[in-house]
């Protein structure tokens, strides 16, 4: 396998500063002095990197997510229950303390639950996740204490997960550092940050492709693998990859990166699913049985015909639909008139899966949010996806405080399908522009200065032996194309003879 010195193309090129591409970002950029000038081109070789910046950013931003927590942490989770939502601060970590029986030491998978719920559901390694932020709750106080501790834990150990996020995004597209600022400045990203686990997945899924990026494909399996045994969705990922490797002729590396994944998720589920079988597959039958739930088109169809579809026929639905849309990224990768880069497949397919799902919880969009930083960097685009996901997230607490409060003050059910049209909207909307520019590729802010795709490994710059449809045909746009530089497609990439940091 070739290293990431052989296969860089990137090394005689200077960073790409998105204040002189993106009229936004210029725009933005004078809150603190304007774009980048000759100063800036310093920033690389000093102390303060891009990198470090972006970390920076990304924990300061996190940092403030914790503090619009604080109605919550003082007095509203334990207070009631809709008062939590009323100050859209609600966590699902310190209830799950007490709900889940960290507070009585009891071990998950392992020992049966109280109450409806018999067992942990959620994967194994979130499992170790939770446990281990047991452990180190040291707090002798009242239960209260306990639970403000245990979040508090658990928030520390999901910032170390937010810098490991910001730097992998930072780092995957070398000569654009600067766009993991998308993910460091995400006002959803710092709202729903801890009000569950899911930054371990995602922390996971940034490190595989990074990975990937750099040309080890075992090492992207594994952390995939890893990143599934957290959160189901990560392991998306392998469709698309399956795609391009198939379009570039990739076996080998997509073989090795699929086992590496198997085996990863294989050894971590193993102990579990041989000493504690029935709490281990709590989750996949938690996820099968669960009903109709927040934030989905479904809920909408209920609430707005009274009547409601049988959980069975749910799954059903949902499955041929999100197969129906991998169907249509199929036909995309394959036949657009050059290789899609792997971000933005990875997005698209991730995207699918939570548009036909049957449950949107607020904290899934950080599942995307990495994924669209790398498929489409354009602070317009990102930031009207962005707005409309912090409605929803207001809106769904809101509805909450509707529903939970006698006064039943809040957002009705008709306002809070106006909320998730808005989620769908805004997401569609970011599908809508990531195919275009697959469809397009002289409109892709990455590619326009020559670059291939910059977090495709081995696949940068690799010739196609595969492709269906117009991909065999020259680009219709390619007339309309944009001044600059020109892909060299299908050439394979240039070596260097550079020592990468």
């Known amino acids: ?296 088109f479904w809920l909408i169809i209920t609430q707005r015909t009274g009547e409601g579809i049988d959980v069975e026929k749910v799954n059903t639905y949902a499955t041929l639909l999100m197969l129906l849309a991998c169907a249509g990224i199929a036909a995309l990768a394959l036949g657009a008139p050059r290789r899609p880069r792997l971000a933005q497949l990875a997005f698209l397919v991730v995207a699918a899966f939570i548009l036909t799902n049957k449950v949107y919880s607020p904290q899934y969009v950080l599942w995307l949010i990495p994924l669209a930083a790398l498929a489409r960097p354009r602070w317009r685009d990102f930031l009207i996806w962005q707005a409309c996901e912090v409605m929803y997230f207001l809106g769904i607490w809101m509805y909450l405080a509707y529903t939970t409060s006698t006064k039943h003050q809040g957002l009705p059910p008709e306002g809070y399908q106006v909320a998730i049209a808005l989620h769908l909207l805004g997401t569609l909307y970011l599908c809508a522009v990531v195919v275009r520019d697959i469809l397009m590729p002289e409109r892709d802010g990455v590619r326009q200065d020559g670059s291939d795709d910059p977090s495709g490994g081995v696949l940068d710059g690799a010739e196609d032996v595969f492709v269906v449809g117009q991909a065999a045909r020259p680009a219709r746009h390619a007339a309309h194309a944009v001044e600059g530089p020109k892909v060299e497609w299908g050439t394979g990439p240039r070596t260097t003879g550079g020592a990468q940091p």
């Open 1 to 296: 396998m070739p290293s990431a010195e052989e296969t860089s193309v990137y090394e005689d090129r200077p960073d790409v500063r998105p204040t002189r591409r993106d009229s936004v970002a210029a725009s933005g950029s004078e809150l603190i002095g304007g774009p980048a000038g000759r100063w800036a081109l310093r920033v690389r070789s000093g102390y303060l990197t891009p990198v470090r910046v972006v970390a920076l950013v990304a924990i300061g931003m996190f940092a403030l997510g914790m503090v619009q927590k604080m109605p919550c942490y003082n007095w509203a989770w334990f207070r009631g229950t809709s008062s939590q939502y009323t100050h859209a601060c609600y966590s699902d970590i310190p209830h799950l303390f007490l709900g889940r029986g960290f507070s009585e030491g009891l071990i998950p998978y392992f020992d049966r639950l109280p109450g409806d719920m018999e067992y942990l559901e959620y994967p194994v390694l979130t499992g170790l996740f939770m446990q281990v932020a047991s452990w180190l709750n040291l707090a002798d106080g009242s239960l209260q204490q306990q639970e403000q501790a245990y979040w508090m834990i658990n928030a520390g150990m999901l910032m170390i997960c937010t810098a490991v996020i910001a730097v992998c995004v930072a780092r995957t597209h070398r000569r654009r550092p600067w766009d993991a600022l998308l993910v460091a400045l995400a006002p959803a990203f710092a709202l729903t940050a801890t009000i569950n686990w899911d930054l371990l997945a995602v922390a996971l899924t940034a490190a595989a492709m990074l990975m990937w990026s750099r040309g080890r494909t075992l090492a992207f399996g594994i952390l995939i693998g890893l990143a599934t045994a957290a959160k189901l969705y990560p392991v998306l990922l392998l469709g698309p990859l399956l795609l391009l490797c198939w379009r570039a002729g990739k076996w080998r590396e997509f073989a090795t990166a699929a086992l590496g994944a198997a085996g990863a998720w294989f050894v971590v589920n193993l102990p579990v699913m041989a000493l504690a079988p029935e709490g281990w597959k709590k989750f996949y039958t938690f996820s099968q049985e669960r009903q109709i739930d927040f934030g989905s």
